[in-house]
């Protein structure tokens, strides 16, 4: 069983840089594949990135540029560092990780085994 514990969101102006970190629990972290979610109110969740065990990483469009994920596998942590903020990226953002390599369906949450309780990241414009 591995436990995510997101921390660093918050509140921040449009334009702004926020950096979330996600601890993991256990022995095997460098194996997972790790990702980032995120749920708006009245929408659905919807993948943001993702740093596979073997280092490739994966953006949404929307975020292509603005975001950077990034793991120290010391640590068993996994970071989203966010810059030039919007307000469209209000929402919780939540991270993932599975122990099964199926990069090929990284951006799915579907392929995710354990997930953390979320952190709220609110941009105001």
């Known amino acids: 069983q591995v436990q995510l514990v997101e921390s660093g969101g918050g509140l921040v102006q449009a334009g702004g840089s926020l950096r979330l970190s996600c601890a993991a629990s256990g022995r095997t972290f460098s194996t997972y594949d790790m990702g980032w979610f995120r749920q708006a109110p009245g929408k659905e969740r919807e993948f943001v990135a993702a740093?596979?065990?073997?280092?490739?990483?994966y953006y949404t469009v929307s975020v292509k540029g603005r975001f950077t994920i990034s793991r120290d596998n010391a640590k068993n942590t996994v970071y989203l560092q966010m810059n030039s903020l919007k307000p469209e990226d209000t929402a919780v953002y939540y991270c993932a990780a599975t122990p099964t390599k199926r990069d090929q369906f990284i951006t799915r949450a579907f392929v995710y085994d354990y997930w953390g309780q979320g952190t709220q990241v609110t941009v105001s414009s």
């Open positions: 740093n596979s065990w073997s280092g490739s990483s």
